[in-house]
């Protein structure tokens, strides 16, 4: 193993691999909408157009390569005043296992804290991955106004304890 294979910490590596993670912007829609419908061709996300993630583009965070191609994307959506859903959670095939979804979701939950939401939660089909990043199962009944497919699993992470953390790596 080389010494560069040591480098395990996500921020780390990603800097190694020259990786930004960021705010959207209009100009990664396109990027976007792509890999949202790379997965949702498999029924893991919900698909998105373009029209729709524009109109959203500042509830999205990124990770881009030097290329400024979108590797791995999430997305913020208010679902009350304290509570923030996590949607749009995706990383390119080519580049799974590199900790660049645990980078945007924690991008996300930045933002989520800066926006004063206490918690985020996400209906997923991955649910050991947000079990990793510290999720926990919450019951899908508590959020009767989200419609969401009967057979996701409901995940919550409260954002409160580290929210200045969270909202200075904003
Ligand atoms: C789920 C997904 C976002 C993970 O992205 P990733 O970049 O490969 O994940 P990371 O490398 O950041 O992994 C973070 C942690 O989650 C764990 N993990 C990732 N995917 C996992 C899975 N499917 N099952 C169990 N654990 C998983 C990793 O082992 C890692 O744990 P560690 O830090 O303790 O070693 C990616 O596989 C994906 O885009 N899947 C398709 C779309 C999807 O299902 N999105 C989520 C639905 S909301």
Redesign the pocket.
Known sequence: MTPVELVRD?HQRAARDQIAVRRARLADVGGIVALVGE?AAES??LPRTAAQVARAVDDYCVAVDVRGRVL?CAAVREYSPSLAELVS???SRA????????LVVHAAESLAAVRGHAAVF?H???P??FA??GYERADRAAYPEKRARPHTLCVRRALAADASELAAAA
């Open positions: 996500p997965w893991l996300l791995a959670v995706a990383v580049a799974h296992g590199r900790g660049l979804g645990r996400a997923t089909l991955q050991e991955f990793a990043l």
